[in-house]
């Protein structure tokens, strides 16, 4: 039975279904819901008391399965590795929290990472722990998160971002195509040159990948070339829908995937982080209008202009 080195500060916790019926037991169901997990891990987390109701009471091996009910468990890992950024905080208030991200810090507990994540170091370092946050941003990719600080008024933050009243703006970088160098080199490229991509995206193999499919739109990103140095071109990207890897698949259906790109076109194979090579795409601006507060914020962090 393997020894875990590190555990997540805060409970997670899985709602039990009511459409599961062929269930009995709280650990039939943990077994087949995590199939990632090892039976005997579950086994031996409920064994050691790691596993309980909302009230605080513990699970064991035969307690039954519940509909409705919460059960709580702490992320566990073998190993845990370091990122060795830090996080920065840029605006702070009672409602909400904006920070830096560096590249390569997951934002909330993943994989192999429970306590190495921007909200739990977040959480520790202002101790609040109801931070979260209100939006995604890839392991890989660095910028500005908005985190909520406030249970009460966590929705509307939310709804920011799925009814579209937030601005939101990258910086990335990548390899002109050779008809855009040739264009460069022969003095006929003119800046800043737009593409607005329109398409349709799926799940792809492996089901963490992503793929332009046939279809109705789904996705809608407004890309610009806005300086050229050498052979490297920085782009300011502006994502109008929100699909996972939509900017990383839009700018490699252009013929320029980004730098230091792990995914895409070609999935990489799979190896420690390489802290020398972060992907170069970073969050560098969000504008809003505090749906609480009602402050008008425009947010932005130094991005690649020095490329």
């Not at 596993?51 to 519940?66: K, M, Q, Y």
């Not at 979260?132 to 909520?148: F, K, N, P, V």
């Given at each position: 039975?393997?020894?875990?080195?590190?555990?997540?500060?805060?409970?997670?916790?899985?709602?039990?279904?009511?459409?599961?019926?062929?269930?009995?037991?709280?650990?039939?169901?943990?077994?087949?819901?995590?199939?990632?997990?090892?039976?005997?891990?579950?086994?031996?987390?409920?064994?050691?008391?790691?596993?309980?109701?909302?009230?605080?009471?513990?699970?064991?091996?035969?307690?039954?399965?519940?509909?409705?009910?919460?059960?709580?468990?702490?992320?566990?890992?073998?190993?845990?590795?370091?990122?060795?950024?830090?996080?920065?905080?840029?605006?702070?208030?009672?409602?909400?929290?904006?920070?830096?991200?560096?590249?390569?810090?997951?934002?909330?507990?993943?994989?192999?990472?429970?306590?190495?994540?921007?909200?739990?170091?977040?959480?520790?370092?202002?101790?609040?722990?109801?931070?979260?946050a209100t939006h995604r941003l890839d392991r890989a990719t660095s910028g500005l998160m908005l985190m909520s600080l406030n249970k009460a008024t966590r929705h509307d933050y939310h709804q920011l971002f799925k009814t579209g009243n937030i601005l939101k703006e990258y910086h990335a970088l990548a390899y002109l195509t050779p008809e855009l160098l040739n264009e460069y080199h022969n003095g006929r490229l003119v800046l800043p040159r737009?593409?607005?991509?329109?398409?349709?995206?799926?799940?792809?193999?492996?089901?963490?990948?992503?793929?332009?499919?046939?279809?109705?739109?789904?996705?809608?990103?407004?890309?610009?070339?806005?300086?050229?140095?050498?052979?490297?071109?920085?782009?300011?990207?502006?994502?109008?829908?929100?699909?996972?890897?939509?900017?990383?698949?839009?700018?490699?259906?252009?013929?320029?995937?980004?730098?230091?790109?792990?995914?895409?076109?070609?999935?990489?194979?799979?190896?420690?982080?390489?802290?020398?090579?972060?992907?170069?795409?970073?969050?560098?601006?969000?504008?809003?209008?505090?749906?609480?507060?009602?402050?008008?914020?425009?947010?932005?962090?130094?991005?690649?202009?020095?490329?």
């Amino acid at each position: 039975m393997p020894s875990f080195s590190a555990r997540a500060s805060q409970a997670s916790y899985v709602v039990l279904p009511e459409n599961v019926t062929d269930k009995n037991t709280v650990l039939a169901f943990l077994v087949w819901h995590f199939k990632q997990i090892p039976a005997d891990i579950w086994r031996q987390r409920i064994v050691e008391g790691k596993v309980h109701w909302r009230n605080g009471d513990l699970i064991d091996l035969e307690t039954a399965f519940v509909p409705r009910e919460r059960v709580y468990y702490y992320r566990e890992v073998i190993q845990e590795s370091l990122i060795p950024f830090t996080e920065r905080i840029l605006y702070q208030d009672e409602q909400i929290l904006i920070a830096y991200k560096p590249a390569f810090l997951a934002v909330n507990p993943s994989g192999q990472f429970v306590n190495e994540c921007l909200v739990n170091r977040l959480r520790n370092r202002i101790s609040c722990p109801d931070l979260i946050a209100t939006h995604r941003l890839d392991r890989a990719t660095s910028g500005l998160m908005l985190m909520s600080l406030n249970k009460a008024t966590r929705h509307d933050y939310h709804q920011l971002f799925k009814t579209g009243n937030i601005l939101k703006e990258y910086h990335a970088l990548a390899y002109l195509t050779p008809e855009l160098l040739n264009e460069y080199h022969n003095g006929r490229l003119v800046l800043p040159r737009h593409w607005s991509i329109k398409n349709r995206m799926g799940k792809s193999e492996p089901s963490f990948m992503m793929k332009i499919i046939e279809g109705e739109p789904n996705s809608h990103s407004i890309i610009s070339l806005i300086a050229v140095k050498g052979t490297v071109g920085l782009f300011l990207l502006k994502p109008i829908t929100g699909k996972t890897h939509q900017l990383r698949v839009h700018m490699a259906s252009l013929g320029m995937s980004l730098i230091h790109d792990t995914l895409y076109p070609n999935l990489q194979d799979k190896a420690p982080d390489n802290f020398t090579r972060p992907l170069k795409l970073m969050a560098k601006r969000l504008c809003f209008t505090d749906p609480i507060t009602h402050i008008k914020h425009d947010i932005s962090c130094e991005g690649f202009e020095g490329f």
